[in-house]
């Protein structure tokens, strides 16, 4: 598992809240950084009131050679569409895909992080997958390593390749819920079922 070699520009995905796309996100913006500058973005960020909250996700990928941006920031802890419902606020769909395809310079990488899973509802009548698919952007998808990765990875993994989406990886996260020897047996089911590299994130 090489980091460093993943494309660029990269979405981070997942098959759930929680399941610790972050996480993954500073480890491959840390490994890129060696290479040269990083631009992280995060066009949806909800739960928090701004982006310094200890519970937002830009200080945790913050680091040198790294920059961090966040696009709509929203109080509640909900889904994008119903955190900004819950302030009375509808978001612009258009004006945010421009924001989060902004060209950056020459010789930097590009880190995007979704919010939640792929199917996640970001507006009326539109989830992510909607949204992102026409970006034609490469995404790792981040998984729980222990019960209830199988089902939920195979379905995630299936919804984006009928999309067209391109999987340089899934990446097992098993220091989520400590299931590492669980995460041993998984991914060699996952790899007999997959047509994609499926990675097991060390320590």
């Not at 090489?2 to 759930?16: E, F, Q, Y």
């Not at 026409?134 to 995630?156: E, S, W, Y």
């Amino acid at each position: 598992m090489s980091l460093a070699s993943l494309p660029s520009p990269l979405w981070v995905l997942g098959t759930d809240t929680g399941v610790g796309k972050t996480f993954v996100a500073s480890r491959i913006a840390r490994e890129w950084a060696k290479l040269g500058p990083v631009v992280y973005r995060k066009p949806f960020q909800t739960g928090v009131s701004s982006t310094e909250d200890s519970d937002a996700d830009a200080p945790m990928v913050r680091g040198p050679g790294i920059t961090v941006e966040t696009g709509v920031v929203l109080r509640e802890p909900l889904s994008p569409l119903a955190a900004a419902e819950s302030e009375g606020r509808t978001l612009d769909m258009q004006e945010l895909a421009a924001w989060t395809l902004r060209p950056v310079p020459d010789n930097t990488h590009l880190l995007l992080e979704a919010a939640g899973g792929v199917m996640v509802p970001l507006a009326p009548n539109q989830h992510f997958l909607a949204w992102a698919t026409d970006f034609k952007i490469p995404a790792v998808l981040v998984v729980r390593g222990g019960l209830g990765t199988l089902n939920h990875t195979l379905l995630t993994c299936e919804a984006l390749m009928l999309r067209g989406w391109t999987l340089p990886a899934v990446i097992l996260n098993p220091g989520l819920d400590q299931s590492h020897g669980a995460a041993l047996a998984n991914a060699a089911i996952l790899r007999r079922f997959l047509p994609v590299p499926v990675w097991i994130l060390e320590p």
